[in-house]
């Protein structure tokens, strides 16, 4: 099993003139010492316009922060916004190649759509293309990863054309591909794909097995025809994250952002906004009352609690579990001290056999995937004569100096 902490950065009102900058450099710590500890991953999601919820609209500037202030840990694009009106495919793939060169090869590469009005709409999206595009996008980016010159493209969401996309990732053919998942029918998307599965809702480990089943049978048909150049098999689910030897500790640090996280993510499809005047912590607050009941949450608990979840997230046939650890107004220190009792107490359980379970996952899949990479249709490279010339800016003449 490996582990992933996933940031949406959120602020929840009121604010002060350093609110922004406190939120960064307190995720930042976090999850530097993430990377110390032996934490597999750090996700962060592009978002747009969602105050209160995600203040995180330049993830790859900010992962580009962390790859230089760690060492191993990975560093997860969780996800781009990969529609054209977000960011041109060819600016995602320069973003995502030059992330996996300065982090050294630790890239990953989610792609998104985008859920609200407030984002889709602010971009002028088709809700009802969204898919479509994201899929036709993500597709052209992986060849732009690889191919040199890329041939050019003519196609529904954008055109462009040819073009020698530059740098080129460090991982080859191109850093592991991801698709964001909030349903079964999501998840069937992504293994068509061939894509990795990120998969933002919270479920049981009953619901994750038939998931991870749903997955991993397409993974192995001929449905699988990858969308990338590589496949990326696997399977990641979200879950909470607050640890504390006192179960009912635990539960008051953690259980209140882990509701905000619920309440924010729906209120915003479901309700009414106003750009500039967001109140949803407020509007939570009304709903929850003045005492915070304590209901279950999965992941916050104990250290054996949290054993107990990803040994059954494990034998669901899930290959990594994905903290929500930064949620409404949780505390930086009790961040931190989740994680190191994370690392004292459950890590353990399942460092020692985590690289025999992957090899042994990678010699099941080898033919199946072998097989999905030679069904893939390949964009054709231009033969040398076919390469356009493009006719220069200026007349030559005007660069010279005639003596």
């Known amino acids: 099993m490996k582990f992933g902490m996933l940031y949406e950065l959120q602020l929840p009102k009121p604010w002060d003139q350093e609110s922004e900058l406190r939120l960064i450099n307190e995720a930042t710590e976090q999850i530097i010492l993430a990377d110390q500890i032996g934490i597999d ?26 790859a230089a202030q760690t060492e191993r840990i990975r560093i997860g694009l969780g996800i781009r916004q990969v529609i054209p ?35 889709l709409h602010g971009y002028d999206i088709n809700a009802r293309r969204k898919r479509e595009l994201s899929l036709e996008a993500a597709e052209q980016i992986a060849n732009m990863m690889v ?56 479920v049981d480990p009953d619901e994750a097995k038939t998931w991870a089943d749903t997955y991993y049978d397409i993974i192995k048909s001929d449905e699988c025809v990858p969308i990338g150049h590589s496949v990326n098999a696997n399977l990641a689910m979200v879950a909470g994250f607050s640890l504390h030897e006192d179960p009912r500790e635990a539960m008051r640090r953690g259980q209140d952002g882990f509701q905000f996280f619920r309440y924010a993510v729906n209120a915003l499809v479901a309700n009414e906004t106003r750009p500039g005047r967001s109140n949803l912590w407020g509007e939570y607050e009304e709903i929850r009352g003045d005492d915070l009941p304590l209901i279950g949450a999965p992941g916050i608990g104990t250290p054996d609690d949290y054993t107990a979840l990803v040994k059954d997230f494990e034998s669901a046939g899930v290959d990594q579990v994905i903290f929500l650890q930064q949620g409404g107004k949780n505390e930086h220190k009790h961040i931190c001290e989740s994680l190191e009792l994370f690392a004292e107490k459950v890590l353990p359980e399942f460092a020692p056999t985590r690289d025999e379970r992957v090899e042994a996952k990678d010699a099941e899949l080898a033919p199946y995937i072998a097989a999905a990479l030679a069904r893939k249709q390949y964009m054709q490279p231009l033969a040398e004569d076919e390469i356009p010339i493009v006719s220069p800016s200026q007349a030559r003449e005007s660069f010279y100096v005639k003596q």
């Open 41 to 66: 991953h750090a996700w962060a999601v592009e978002h747009h316009f969602l105050e209160e919820y995600s203040h995180c609209s330049a993830s790859d500037v900010f992962l580009a922060s962390l």
């Open 85 to 119: 009106n977000y960011n041109h495919p060819s600016r995602t793939a320069e973003t995502v190649a030059m992330l996996d060169l300065i982090s050294g090869g630790r890239a990953e590469f989610g792609i998104g759509e985008g859920a609200t009005r407030l984002e």
């Open 147 to 202: 191919m040199q010159p890329y041939p050019g493209y003519e196609g529904e969401g954008f055109s462009m054309p040819c073009r020698n996309v530059v740098p080129k990732p460090l991982q080859k053919p191109h850093p592991p591909m991801w698709i964001a998942c909030t349903n079964r029918g999501t998840i069937e998307v992504a293994a068509r794909n061939g894509l990795g599965a990120l998969a933002f809702s919270f």
